[in-house]
């Protein structure tokens, strides 16, 4: 999991504009830390899962690209969505409105949006990296291999590639640090500047979800509730897919097939949450990297309060952390992508009113660079084309409301 530092940090990186960028960076590192201390101590303590959290991929990039780059919600404000969410996400795990709105959105529609979620965070990692570049013609297309980042970070991928298939621990991490390594060792990047350094206080972010309530614009209202929404689907549905996952993997669940104990495990998961956003960082969700440790024999929360501990200690590695440039974690981004695209046979492609909105959802995502317009292209196209079938019985009622509030977004901004 070690991976995600620098990852988190570059991709939020886009969203946060401060004066001092390498301060900036030092700070998403340390809001990223704390948030998968807390998050993974809290479930080894509260539930005794061997499972660790931190902010989730595919969500940070939903927080940079989306919510800030194209919604134009200040960075602020989008924190106060995350802070928000969290917040709701314990009030529906006390009350056990959770496992409503986990059964009313279908398995391929679930599958879809972690199929294009992986799919758009290999598309910013290529981007990043200068592998695929913008085109005139062809909107966009493959570079010419002339510079070293590109170069670098397609060695990169590859080697991670390797390793991964090798069922090498820590493949992504190492195929990252090695990136980088090579970038330090041609030019490509600046050498770190230290090895040890005692983190500071984050100071220029923590606290700022709260200040985003008061800088909150009456006319940005309704786009605020909606990444709200969307963030806490985003995050019930992670959780719930990574804890099935490796919950099977474990011999975690009982004869019921549920989590004896999920009440924990959702309660460490939303205060995470509530801890990264007055951080700083964008929502903590549940590894399936996890399945990592349980392979090796976790199976108690010890197995989460090491990797807490062990992300509190990286702390003092910041000048190593901050010194990876961007183009090195594209391995990373397109591996990750990878993995959350390994559930696509689930998908009923014989059923096309499963397989069209499912596959809608994974096309819009990456071209139209937002999660958030995918999804909506899927709660939209999906009970259409249920009814247009005569199946519209099976679309759960809550998703025709989820319909109208997509259409009136798409109509109104």
């Not at 220029?204 to 009456?218: D, I, M, N, S």
């Not at 019930?236 to 975690?252: E, H, N, P, Y």
């Not at 993995?339 to 009113?353: G, Q, V, Y």
Request: charge should be neutral; charged fraction near 10%.
């Amino acid at each position: 999991m070690a991976y995600i530092l620098p990852v988190n940090a570059q991709i939020l990186s886009n969203a946060i504009f401060l004066e001092q960028p390498q301060d900036l960076q030092a700070e998403l590192v340390i809001a990223t830390a704390i948030s998968a201390a807390v998050g993974s101590i809290l479930m080894g303590i509260w539930a005794n899962y061997p499972i660790a959290l931190a902010p989730g991929m595919g969500i940070n990039a939903f927080f940079a690209f989306a919510v800030v780059g194209q919604m134009g919600l200040p960075w602020p404000v989008a924190l106060s969505a995350v802070l928000l969410e969290g917040i709701v996400f314990v009030l529906l795990t006390l009350t056990g409105v959770r496992s409503l709105i986990v059964r009313m959105i279908p398995l391929s529609l679930k599958v879809a949006i972690a199929a294009g979620v992986g799919l758009f965070i290999a598309y910013i990692g290529l981007g990043n990296a200068g592998i695929i570049i913008a085109d005139a013609a062809t909107k966009t297309k493959l570079t010419t291999f002339h510079t070293w980042p590109p170069i670098l970070a397609a060695l990169g991928i590859l080697l991670t590639a390797f390793l991964c298939a090798k069922e090498v621990r820590g493949a992504i991490f190492w195929g990252v640090m090695i990136t980088a390594f090579a970038a330090w060792l041609v030019g490509a990047a600046p050498w770190p500047t230290g090895f040890l350094q005692w983190p500071q206080w984050p100071s220029h972010l923590f606290g700022q979800a709260l200040v985003g309530f008061r800088e909150l614009q009456p006319q940005q209202v309704g786009s605020f509730l909606l990444v709200t929404l969307v963030l806490l689907f985003t995050d019930i549905f992670d959780t719930v897919g990574t804890l099935s996952a490796v919950g099977v993997q474990a011999g975690l669940l009982n004869q019921q097939g549920h989590f004896p104990r999920a009440l924990g495990a959702f309660m460490a998961d939303a205060v995470g949450t509530i801890v990264g956003a007055l951080f700083g960082t964008s929502t903590v969700v549940t590894y399936i990297e996890s399945a990592a440790g349980i392979a090796v024999g976790g199976r108690t929360g010890l197995t989460a309060l090491m990797v807490g501990g062990l992300f509190l200690l990286s702390l003092l590695f910041l000048p190593i952390t901050t010194a990876i440039p961007s183009f090195a974690t594209a391995p990373a981004l397109v591996l990750v992508g990878v993995f959350m695209a390994r559930s696509l046979p689930e998908i009923p492609w014989s059923d096309l009113t499963e397989a069209i909105p499912a596959f809608l959802v994974m096309l819009v995502m990456p071209l139209s660079y937002s999660i958030s317009e995918g999804l909506g292209v899927g709660f939209i196209s999906y009970p259409i084309v249920k009814l247009a079938a005569g199946k519209g019985r099976e679309v759960h009622p809550a998703l025709w409301g989820l319909a109208v509030i997509f259409v009136a977004h798409y109509f109104w901004r």
